[in-house]
């Protein structure tokens, strides 16, 4: 975890002081600090950390910045609650998809969730590209299928003969298979 950098967003000073002491010892820093929750998305949209450290009570929509953030996937959330300040609701892993810890925090356990955190975010993102790859591809399939059924409307062919002339085209042309077919779609071929 050495070299993870973060973004904290926590009002209290104690509090604040604890997590990136403990944080800082696992090789961690902290990559700057939100007054409120439209500054603390503003930091992390431009610093883009490993991590969002977010207390509940600090000033805003905490769920809603929260959500922004995983929404866009910017990064993983860690949320902090101090039951000791007693004013705000208690969070559970029902209102947020992010991780809910109450302060104070044993240092053990907060690197040990920050590690853990950190490594499911990548590990989502990575199937997040993964799936977005097989959507294109699958995209592309589509676009092939309906060109080669124009083709085989067009030249009344049977399906095969009707794949292979959009091939043969594809590698006489030195064009992809997919953009051959989106152009033939198009009526440009």
Known sequence: MDGLEYCL????TTERKAVISALSLAGMYCAGEGRDCPHFLRLVRSVQPHLAIMEISLPGNVLETAAIIDQESLTAVLLLENKKAGSYPTL???DSPNMVLSLPVNDQVLTAVVDVLYREFQRRKKLQGELRALKERLQGRIVIEQAKGLVMKKFNLEEQQAYRLLQKK????????????????????
Not at 9 to 12: K, L, T, V, Y
Not at 170 to 189: C, D, F, I, T, Y
């Open 9 to 12: 967003g926590i009002p209290g």
């Open 92 to 94: 559970s892993m029902r």
């Open 170 to 189: 594809s590698m006489e042309l030195r064009m992809p298979l997919e953009k051959l077919a989106r152009a033939v779609l198009q009526g440009k071929l």
